[in-house]
DNA sequence: GCTGAAATCGCCTAACG
DNA sequence: CGTTAGGCGATTTCAGC
């Protein structure tokens, strides 16, 4: 089971820096309980096997500008291994696209696009998108607002199982 | 508009934080050329002003044991306002869900959801969102693979949009 | 108003027990 | 894992542009 290796300092550890991840490693210390050497070595440890994959700063999209949020659903002609990995790469390769997922049933993809304005979005929309190869059908819904948009893992769910397996 | 404030130190300061939330401020600094005491300002100033909402470290969920991505398409019986808020309350209660976003079109909400197998995922359906009042009917898309995850916002198009208004 | 320089304080991070 | 200790970064103060 993947995670079985952690202890419960470890799994706090990474509860803290996902909530907070510019804290200095001596309050990190000691909001686990441990002295501040050791609790570097194990956030060392947790990058260098993968638990970490970075630590980014959250800035606010509408306040550098970008006012419109879009998912769009992409279905393709064909849904062979090379056509998709050559959509994902396509995809990859447009910045307002911020997330690409492959999906069961019906639609292919989803994106997850950002925009600074409408007009924006529909010359991306209708130039590449849509105008990508093999792409048979978009269909964009637009976000009227967000209600809820938490990063990361839901710790309390990692803390059940840990319990549950212990 | 919004983000013209911003002269473009401080947007380089946003994108080096985005890229990298744990940098210490002198080699921040460094990057962005001015020295260290400016550059702390600047960013006290960026995270006051709402710029920046937070830090975060990156977690892998399938590290965690997270092996199922989920997308949930919600469309709920009432759209009036108190019951859109009232759904939307509920979802900020479910920790499975991390990404709750109200949609324009016959989908109301699409959530983005994390669980660590298929039973934990179809319980929480069939027990908590579909089982919620208001609720008309739910449809799941499991994430086959994800092709791009990238978190924030895109600074090649904050910068030239920042160029073009110059 | 900003920036940069100097100084203090606290943290990071080895080495060792 | 904890303690010690040296070096570096963070942060305030103050002067200059």
Redesign the interface.
């Known amino acids: 089971?993947?995670?079985a290796k952690l202890d419960e300092i470890d799994r706090r550890i990474?509860a803290e820096?996902?909530?907070?991840?510019?804290m200095t490693n001596v309050e990190l210390a000691r909001r686990v309980g441990i002295s501040a050497p050791p609790c570097l070595r194990r956030v060392r440890t947790l990058e260098e096997?993968?638990?970490?994959?970075?630590?980014?700063?959250?800035?606010?999209?509408?306040?550098?500008?970008?006012?419109v949020?879009v998912?769009a659903m992409v279905r393709l002609i064909s849904q062979s291994e090379r056509d998709l990995s050559a959509f994902?790469q396509l995809?990859?390769g447009w910045?307002?696209?911020?997330?690409?997922?492959?999906?069961?049933?019906e639609?292919d993809?989803?994106l997850k696009c950002?925009s600074?304005d409408l007009s924006t979005f529909q010359r991306f929309l209708t130039e590449e998108l849509t105008a990508a190869p093999n792409v048979a059908s978009v269909k964009t819904?637009?976000?009227?607002?967000?209600?809820?948009?938490?990063?990361?893992?839901?710790f309390?769910?990692?803390e059940a199982?840990a319990r549950a397996s212990a």
Chains 1, 2 share one sequence.
Request: aromatic residues 8%.
């Open positions: 089971m993947a995670g990474l820096l996902q909530a907070d991840g510019r096997q993968g638990y970490v994959r970075g630590y980014h700063a959250d800035i606010d999209p509408r306040a550098l500008g970008f006012e949020h998912f994902e995809a990859r910045t307002l696209v911020r997330e690409c997922h492959m999906l069961n049933g639609v993809f989803i950002v600074p819904s637009l976000v009227i607002r967000g209600a809820k948009d938490e990063p990361g893992v839901p309390d769910v990692v199982r």
